[in-house]
């Protein structure tokens, strides 16, 4: 399928089949992210790739809702901010930036290799860090389950183009 395609077709999923997934499309997932843009490529990120069986009632105390342990593997993004770039005149630190992006490219890729994911950043960072062992110096920023769908994508729903989007300069609009 082709980019276009794969963005649009691209959806959250919240229902999981347990068929394992497969080591070389799990590779090709972690690879998209490695490969990932990121300021000055410092790459201050890291994955934690957890399988969830046997796992289900330490990860919901993470997430507490039922679909996150249905797939095989939940996947941890990280930010490492002492590593990132810095944005010397205000000081604005690049990691969430760069794992978002990093991450971005997990899911594209993920729904390109036929599983599903969906973005999770309402979970509980300090049952994360105690569940996964992170440390203190190291933030868990998202999570996506990833596996197989079990539902089918409902109608996406965004705001139309013209108020997203302003050209030349921002100009008083309807959300100012």
Same mark, same amino acid.
């Given at each position: 399928?082709?980019?276009?395609?794969?963005?649009?077709?691209?959806?959250?999923?919240?229902?999981?089949?347990?068929?394992? &997934?497969?080591?070389?499309?799990?590779?090709?997932?972690?690879?998209? !992210?490695?490969? *990932?843009?990121? !300021? $000055? #490529?410092?790459?201050?990120?890291?994955?934690?790739?957890?399988?969830?069986? %046997?796992?289900?009632?330490?990860?919901?105390?993470?997430y507490k809702a039922p679909w996150f342990t249905q797939p095989p593997i939940v996947i941890c993004a990280c930010a490492?901010?002492?590593?990132? @770039? &810095?944005?010397?005149?205000?000081?604005? #630190?690049? $990691?969430?930036?760069?794992?978002?992006?990093?991450?971005?490219?997990?899911?594209?890729? $993920? *729904? #390109?290799? %036929?599983?599903?994911?969906?973005?999770?950043?309402?979970?509980?960072?300090? $049952? *994360?860090?105690? &569940?996964?062992?992170?440390?203190?110096?190291?933030?868990?920023?998202?999570?996506?389950?990833? %596996?197989?769908?079990?539902?089918?994508?409902?109608?996406?729903?965004?705001?139309?183009?013209?108020?997203?989007?302003?050209?030349?300069? @921002?100009?008083?609009?309807?959300?100012?």
């Amino acid at each position: 399928m082709d980019f276009s395609e794969l963005i649009t077709k691209r959806y959250s999923v919240r229902s999981y089949k347990s068929d394992p &997934v497969e080591d070389d499309k799990l590779h090709k997932v972690l690879e998209a !992210a490695r490969i *990932a843009p990121t !300021a $000055a #490529n410092r790459q201050p990120l890291r994955f934690i790739v957890i399988h969830t069986k %046997g796992r289900e009632d330490e990860l919901k105390r993470i997430y507490k809702a039922p679909w996150f342990t249905q797939p095989p593997i939940v996947i941890c993004a990280c930010a490492i901010k002492s590593q990132a @770039w &810095v944005r010397s005149w205000d000081d604005k #630190n690049h $990691a969430d930036i760069d794992v978002t992006i990093a991450t971005d490219h997990l899911i594209l890729e $993920a *729904a #390109n290799q %036929g599983f599903g994911t969906c973005w999770i950043g309402a979970f509980d960072p300090t $049952a *994360a860090r105690e &569940v996964l062992g992170i440390p203190e110096d190291v933030d868990p920023v998202f999570f996506t389950p990833l %596996g197989y769908p079990a539902d089918q994508p409902t109608e996406k729903k965004r705001k139309p183009l013209d108020e997203l989007v302003r050209y030349e300069r @921002w100009e008083a609009a309807r959300d100012s």
